[in-house]
């Protein structure tokens, strides 16, 4: 046997989730008419632009991806109102913006800190480079961020903070003030996740001009409709941003990846249309769950949110199922870190699907 | 500044390539009508079958692609004759894969071997990783391997060893028993890129059973005709694909690559086709090519040839230049280790364009 790693070894072993095939036959359910509440997507599917772009280009996809994204920065940054020079894309979604930003900064033994509970692929990408996870706490009661906490857990090794706003799964914002006196505590990167920002209507791009220490993440897997398409990106210092480019895979960007990021910018009222059914479906679930008495539901400036079952009688794992049961897939929050076995997080869907669910769940909790 | 690792400001600074449509307007020329024979891709086209999957599919690139990938796993595994788990799959194609033995096996200064002029992207994915290049030799005049050089580069600080067969870019074939030399002289992991073997008729896949220190790379890109979905595979013991596993990015598959490769391996007409067309063209290139006096035509197994074109008194980016401005678009090989400035790299087209090629060779060579 060759010689792996010893830290790869002490990782935890890889075990798959069952498809959507496999749940669809396990619960005999149509795949197509299954409620997608689990994922955080986009209820009102990808702008009809890039979908007839994308027809129009298949018969192109023999052919290499461009290695040059220039036209896509641009077009981002225009998004954005930041400089070209300052955007990175990630063809992985965010996610591969986050290896990069590991493969840049990450020595083994340096800290990098996370507040749970939120996004656990943080944890799992730069634990490969080597590195160790600190934690800080979110406040789940205040749904906000306990900022004492990342203060107290820096130390001269962190790299890396992360700091999720909307933090996924809670749905609270961090205050910008926080965020400042996190940036001015250190010289680490300052990680701010924005996947979720369009659904809050705040975002952190105005610090970028005071802090070389920023890095913003986005997605184009949520407001955009392209969680499919696996394509992320993210602003910081256009030097920082030279250096990532030095470890970036040259062709991780697929071609019709590129070419549907490309559309959906140009398709602002679709942009437009997304934000406003989520933000109508968050609000709607939000009134309709906080009337079921055994649900705690936290209010969210995301388009999903989190709730509190204990009181239900079942768990996440049992509610999840009963759900299923019935064609609509939630979130079992168990696997996050920092929340125990009595939370799921429930995504937004069309205004008819909530229907649906909220009938569904009165059934189950009957 | 952020504390960005030293090993990354050691690295070469990213150079972006002209994009295909910067290329067409610097030249006026239109970029459909471009003849790619630079990339290896396939000239035929995608299969339609997958073309028409993913129309069909459109609809859907707002959700999330699967995690688990077993369906095309045990496709690959059919198609390849081999058991499902010792398959993996990667999401930036046969590049992601790279990646992933890295992080399973690299500790910065680590060694590994190959074997220039070979496939540039081992260079760039292991050194990200801090690990060491020992260089080995391919006899470019005999065009094959210098075994030799190989066996005098092992060290035991060697993790990985690269042999690449067909050689990209000189088109010869390793020996089988070569290969299995090497992988009897070393405990580390024998990495046999067989990217381009279908255009050969010649595979390894037998030594598998004999050895469990090799790992065959393929991918999607040639002869399944889908280099723009970023689609790669590897297969080696199956213990240590799961400690690959353990580091894999989860969703890097997109949607419409995951049905792409599906679909495109249902098809084993295309798959067939496809191989014939890329086989008859390459032959016709050699046969037309090696009569231009100027030009020495190297024989190559794979879906391209390696010319070397120092008589015809210009060099590759002179000669690059000439084709380029009438339209053709060939690999110039000075960016290869082992290269001097005087070849190319030309891959096939269809028989038109071929046709087309070699007139414009013969006025510019008049």
């Known amino acids: 046997m060759v010689r792996v790693k010893e830290l790869v070894k002490k990782l935890d072993p890889y075990v798959p989730g069952r498809s959507n095939a496999d749940l669809a036959r396990a619960y005999n359910l149509d795949p197509d008419k299954i409620i997608r509440m689990g994922s955080n997507e986009n209820p009102l599917g990808p702008s009809p632009w890039a979908v007839k772009a994308l027809q129009e280009n298949l018969h192109k996809i023999n052919t290499y991806p461009e290695s040059n994204t220039d036209d896509l920065k641009r077009k981002i940054a225009s998004y954005a109102g930041v400089n070209v020079e300052e955007v990175i894309i990630g063809g992985d979604g965010a996610d591969e913006i986050l290896d990069v930003l590991a493969k840049t900064l990450i020595e083994p033994g340096d800290e990098y800190i996370v507040h749970p ?5 943080y944890e799992f990408t730069f634990n490969i480079h080597g590195a160790v996870p600190v934690y800080a706490r979110w406040d789940i009661e205040k749904n906000q961020l306990d900022l004492d906490s990342v ?10 903070i992360f700091l999720c706003t909307p933090n996924n799964p809670t749905g609270g914002l961090i205050d910008k003030k926080d965020i400042r006196t996190v940036l001015e505590s250190t010289d680490a990167l300052v990680v701010v996740d924005e996947a979720y920002w369009e659904f809050s209507g705040v975002n952190n791009l105005e610090l970028l001009a005071e802090y070389d220490n920023l890095f913003i993440l986005r997605t184009f897997s949520k407001v955009m409709g392209l969680a499919g398409m696996r394509i992320g990106y993210g602003i910081g210092n256009k030097e ?13 960007l697929n071609k019709l990846s590129h070419i549907a990021a490309s559309t ?7 942009i437009e249309r997304s934000n406003e059914l989520s933000i109508q479906s968050r609000d709607y679930l939000y009134h ?8 705690k539901v936290y209010q969210s400036l995301a388009n999903y949110m989190l709730v509190d079952i204990r009181d239900t009688g079942m768990n996440s794992r049992e509610i999840s199922e009963e759900l299923m049961k019935n064609g609509v897939i939630v979130r079992d929050c168990s ?9 799921i997080r429930v995504s937004v869907a069309t205004m008819e699907e909530d229907e649906q669910f909220i009938n569904i769940l009165q059934n189950i909790l009957q």
Chains 1, 2 share one sequence.
Do not use: C, N
């Open 117 to 121: 509970p939120s996004y656990m692929y």
């Open 264 to 270: 959906t910018l140009d398709d602002p009222d679709y």
């Open 151 to 160: 203060l107290e857990a820096i130390s001269p090794r962190t790299k890396v």
């Open 240 to 252: 920082f941003i030279q250096y990532m480019h030095r470890v970036k895979p040259v062709f991780s």
């Open 335 to 343: 696997s996050f870190r920092g929340l125990d076995e009595y939370w």
């Open 288 to 295: 309709e769950m906080s009337k079921i008495p055994q649900l």
